[in-house]
């Protein structure tokens, strides 16, 4: 059977007065019925534009999008408005980043929530209303009637977030897109958002895209990790492979950065060091290269078919041999951030 959602090399660029912004430079993934894939990577590595591109709001004149983009074998790169105002919030739904940004400020939680229904449903307005209310008690907002009539500035950053998650399960959706739906959250409500998610989807039986640049929130909850860098995947494979055997020098880098408890507390948490960089369609070779500790002079050259198989369900893009990242991968205990003393003689950049 064909996946629920199959996006292949989908490219996005938006024009502007400094010229063509690449925002993703050919990004693949596939997601089955039920499932939770996390797309994790820093800012700007093209992780929300191409979670938005699927319900078609990078649309504008001055993007362009290429590509391949099937939910239910239903192409959307080049469908019709009409075809997203129909699947939008009725069978693909969004949990943004920003609640107090994405809800209307002058409208009650319990009305937006009964607009979304009645958008989709041919249902009365009593109905939308004992609905939304069942709806808010179902992930854990207290006194659901009347936080239903509360205003979103009313509410704390977590109900607001719980009362999105409402309202995107509000037509029984095939598919979730939570767009680092834990921003600006303390530690413990990430968390408990997380669970909602996961037991929802457990729950329903629904598939979800988690967006996130934190590694480390996803553990628990996801069934596989896509990596994203440079609006790239560079690493991809079910979640216990990637943390117990990370093969990207970048994933190294973001696993590394975490924390750890168990683990003397350091004056400073290790980085990955440089900046993120911007999709180049003309580069060649890695597009992790320039940040590498790890650079060496094949690394100029693009990797055969971008994503090599390490093992079943595991696909990584670097040149380094096996035997190379066993001997790398821990460093100081840092998950490769520093260039061991086995790379002398190579170009580390």
């Known amino acids: 059977m064909a996946p629920l959602l199959e996006v292949r090399d989908l490219r996005v660029t938006f024009a502007s007065e400094g010229g063509d912004v690449h925002a993703v430079g050919g990004v693949s993934f596939s997601i089955e019925e039920g499932e939770m894939l996390a797309v994790v990577g820093e800012s700007g590595s093209g992780k929300t534009a191409s979670a938005m591109t699927i319900v078609g ?68 307005r009593a109905e939308a209303q004992k609905r939304a ?22 509410l704390s950053g977590g109900m607001r977030q719980r009362a999105m998650i409402a309202m995107a399960l509000s037509c029984s959706p095939r598919l979730l897109i939570a767009d680092e739906p834990t921003t600006g959250l303390d530690v413990t409500v990430q968390m408990q958002i997380l669970e909602e998610i996961d037991e929802l989807r457990r729950e329903l039986g629904l598939a979800v895209l988690l967006v996130t640049h ?3 929130v996803v553990g628990e909850v996801a069934d596989r990790v896509a990596v994203m860098y440079g609006g790239e995947i560079v690493e991809t494979g079910d979640v216990s492979e990637i943390f117990e055997n990370p093969m990207h020098p970048y994933t190294w880098g973001l696993l590394g950065s975490i924390p750890k408890v168990d683990r003397p507390r350091t004056r400073r948490l290790p980085a990955i060091p440089g900046q993120s960089q911007s999709v180049e369609p003309s580069r060649e070779g890695c597009v992790f290269a320039r940040r590498c500790p790890h650079r060496f002079e094949r690394c100029d050259q693009a990797p055969p078919s971008r994503l090599v198989q390490r093992s079943a ?6 040149w380094l041999t096996l035997a190379e990242k066993r001997s790398r991968r821990l460093v100081n205990g840092e998950f490769g951030l520093v260039s061991g003393p086995e790379s002398a003689g190579r170009d580390v950049g």
Not at 90 to 118: H, K, M, T, W
Not at 313 to 318: A, N, P, R
């Open 57 to 124: 709001l990078t649309r504008a004149r001055s993007a362009r999008i290429e590509g391949s983009v099937r939910f239910r074998e239903l192409e959307l790169v080049d469908a019709a408005e009409s075809v997203f105002r129909r699947i939008r919030g009725a069978e693909v739904a969004v949990v943004f980043q920003d609640p107090l940004s994405a809800l209307n400020p002058v409208q009650r939680i319990g009305n937006q929530i009964v607009e979304q229904i009645r958008a989709h449903e041919r249902i009365s």
């Open 133 to 154: 209310v069942e709806l808010l008690a179902r992930v854990g907002i207290p006194e659901p009637r009347r936080r239903a009539r509360s205003f979103p500035h009313e």
């Open 214 to 216: 934190d590694l480390g």
């Open 313 to 318: 369900g595991h696909f990584e893009s670097c």
